[in-house]
């Protein structure tokens, strides 16, 4: 089974200021990770995803995030926050690399404020 | 490419009454889709897997009289909610896997109101 756990349902920041939103996942086979971000009445936009290889990942508008093993962690970072980022964030867990199903997994999303 | 087209995206209906949802893959053939719920200001929590062809598999704890899934076709996965009531008020997405792609694609999203 897979679960992700995102620390911090709320999260305040001034613009400009460094973002990051902590995630950690739990699965029993490697993790394909994902970290999507909704704004209000709509769907969901993929920032950035981790299959395999390079541990640093980087995405649109800015964002990145690092798969660390030893950690079960895969938080996201943006150096400087925009007004725009204000959005609610997912991450994501998936047995994709092992599983002809592939069921994706969110966690309980996190609020991004930012402050003028 | 990869884009998933649902509809509606917003329905109003009595209770008692059956909705149906649609999610059409546009640009590819979807083998395998996903329908979440997703309440105000929480997570999407996985109803069920629906493959073409054969019958879904539901999460724990929903109701599969309910929540009718239909994958008729290699573009087409419905969801039905039958007998509504006002607690079955939800935003309902589709996902559909990408193939030949670790990734996923999701429709935009239907708000469903029972009244």
């Known amino acids: 089974a897979q679960s992700v756990t995102q620390l911090g349902s709320h999260v305040s920041v001034s613009e400009g200021a460094l973002v990051l939103l902590r995630c950690n996942y739990s699965s029993s086979v490697p993790p394909y990770l994902f970290w999507y971000v909704q704004y209000p009445n709509q769907g969901l936009q993929l920032l950035l995803k981790y299959t395999t ?3 640093l990942v980087k995405g649109i508008n800015g964002f990145e995030a690092e798969f660390k093993k030893s950690e079960t962690s895969f938080h996201l970072t943006k150096p400087s926050a925009h007004m725009s ?14 599983s002809n199903t592939g069921k994706l997994i969110f966690g309980q999303g996190t609020t991004l404020q930012v402050k003028p | 490419g990869a884009v998933v087209s649902q509809h509606p995206s917003w329905v109003i209906c009595k209770s008692g009454t059956s909705v149906k949802i649609e ?15 997703q309440f105000p200001k929480q997570s999407l929590m996985l109803m069920a897997t629906s493959n073409e062809g054969s019958k879904a598999t539901y999460e724990q704890g929903v109701e599969k009289d309910k929540f009718l899934i239909n994958h008729a076709s290699l573009t087409l996965s419905t ?17 559909a896997r990408v193939p030949r792609s670790s990734g996923y694609t999701f429709g935009s999203g239907t708000r469903l109101t029972v009244v």
Request: aromatic share 16%; hydrophobic share 35%.
């Open chain 2, 79 to 95: 969801l039905t909610v039958t007998s509504a009531h006002p607690e079955d008020s939800s935003f309902y997405i589709c996902s």
């Open chain 2, 23 to 37: 999610c059409r893959s546009l640009d590819f053939q979807a083998t395998t889709m996903f329908w979440y719920r």
């Open chain 1, 85 to 98: 980022d204000a959005a609610e964030y997912f991450c994501a867990v998936s047995d994709l690399g092992s």
């Open chain 1, 53 to 55: 290889g390079a541990t």
